[in-house]
C-alpha cells in the first residue's frame, strides 16, 4: 500500500478503474446528500480519512451560553463500492485558501494511485424558480474531450459560463494539472432556497450521474425528504409574497409622505460591511447567505436585488 502523505489507510479499497464521487458543503447540501445516499445505498465501506489537522484554518468559533470554541478538526472520509466500482470522498466543512491546496492534493494522488478514471463532484445552480419545478442538471468538464462524451454521447445540458466556487469546483482545475478528467454537476434550486438543504436538487444529480455511469438505485427514500422540504419552502415563499405585499403598501405611503432622512437611516459601517461582503460573494458563492442574512438584518434587500441577483446570472 502506498504511503500518502496525511491519508490514514485502514484498508486498501477493492476497486479496479473507479469514478470517485466527491462532495463538500455548499448551498442547499446538494452535492454532500447526493453523494452520501449514493455511499450509504451501496453500503459503501470506509477505507480511508486524509488527516487535515496540519493544515486545517479554523475561520469561527461556535457560541454557547456566551463561550466561544473552536468545532472539531473537519474530516475528509473516503469510502469504495468493490461491487459498483465507486470511491467516495466526503468532506465535513468546505475548505480555502491553503487548507483546500493540501486536500486537492492528497485526494489526487490518492486518485492516481487508485486508478481513477473520473471524479465527479456537484454544486447547487442558483435560478429564478419555483420549488415545485423540476430541477435541471447542467455539466461543466475540465476538458473539450469529457465535455463532448457528457453533451454528446449522455445527453448531459452543458454550462456555457459562469463560475463554481468551492472545492466542488476548484477540484476539476486541480485534477486537469494532473490530466485527470473531472466533472461537476449543477442542480437548479431557487434564489431563496441557499440556506436549506434540497433533496429535490440532489436526487436529480443522482439521476443523471445514473444516466451517465449505468447504475440504478432505489431513490424512494428521497419521497418523504423531498415533501418535507417543499413544505417548508411553501411557507418561505408564503413569507416572501407578504413581504412583497408589504414593501408595495409601504411604497405608496412613502411617495404620499417622503421620509426626509431617508437617506441617513442607514450606518456608513453597514453600507462598507455590504461592499465588502458582495466582493467576497464575486469569488465565493457559498458567502451569498452571509450577505442576504445582512441585508436583510437591516431590510435593504430590496435596494441590493439586482446586484445580489447578478451574482448568479454570471452563472447562466
Not at 10 to 24: I, S
Not at 61 to 88: A, C, K, N
Not at 142 to 167: C, Y
Amino acid at each position: 500500500m502506498q504511503k500518502i502523505p496525511d491519508v490514514n489507510f485502514y484498508e486498501e479499497p477493492k476497486v479496479k478503474n473507479p469514478v470517485m464521487l466527491a462532495a463538500w458543503p455548499g448551498m442547499g447540501a446538494v452535492a454532500t446528500q447526493a453523494v452520501d445516499f449514493i455511499r450509504n445505498k451501496v453500503k459503501a465501506t470506509l477505507f480511508a480519512e486524509i488527516d487535515t489537522r496540519a493544515f486545517n484554518v479554523p475561520y469561527a468559533v461556535v457560541v454557547s451560553e456566551g463561550v466561544g470554541s473552536f468545532t472539531g478538526i473537519p474530516r475528509v472520509l473516503l469510502f469504495y463500492s468493490e461491487q459498483h466500482d465507486l470511491i467516495f470522498c466526503e468532506g465535513e466543512e468546505q475548505f480555502s485558501g491553503r487548507s483546500a491546496l493540501k486536500i486537492a492534493d492528497r485526494l489526487l494522488t490518492l486518485a492516481a494511485y487508485l486508478n481513477v478514471n473520473k471524479i465527479f463532484t456537484g454544486a447547487a445552480f442558483v435560478q429564478h424558480m419555483n420549488h415545485r419545478e423540476t430541477p435541471s442538471v447542467y455539466s461543466v468538464a475540465n476538458n473539450p474531450k469529457l465535455r463532448d462524451w457528457l453533451t454528446h454521447d449522455k445527453g448531459v445540458n452543458s454550462l456555457k459560463r459562469g463560475q463554481i466556487s468551492g472545492l466542488n469546483g476548484s477540484l476539476l482545475g486541480f485534477a486537469a494539472q494532473r490530466n485527470i478528467d473531472a466533472a461537476c454537476f449543477l442542480s437548479t434550486i431557487p434564489i431563496y432556497a441557499v440556506n436549506l438543504p434540497n433533496p429535490k436538487a440532489a436526487k436529480a444529480i443522482i439521476e443523471i450521474w445514473g444516466q451517465v455511469l449505468d447504475f440504478s438505485i432505489d431513490l424512494s427514500d428521497f419521497d418523504i425528504p423531498i415533501r418535507e422540504a417543499d413544505n417548508a419552502l411553501a411557507m418561505v415563499e408564503e413569507q416572501l409574497k407578504k413581504l412583497a405585499i408589504g414593501g408595495i403598501t409601504e411604497e405608496k405611503e412613502e411617495e404620499k409622505m417622503p421620509d426626509i432622512n431617508q437617506s441617513s437611516e442607514i450606518p456608513s459601517s453597514v453600507r462598507k460591511k455590504i461592499e465588502r461582503l458582495f466582493d467576497s460573494a464575486k469569488k465565493d458563492k457559498t458567502i451569498a447567505h452571509r450577505l442576504k442574512e445582512e441585508l436583510d438584518r437591516w431590510d435593504l434587500f430590496r435596494e441590493y436585488e439586482d446586484r445580489f441577483l447578478d451574482l448568479f446570472r454570471e452563472n447562466q
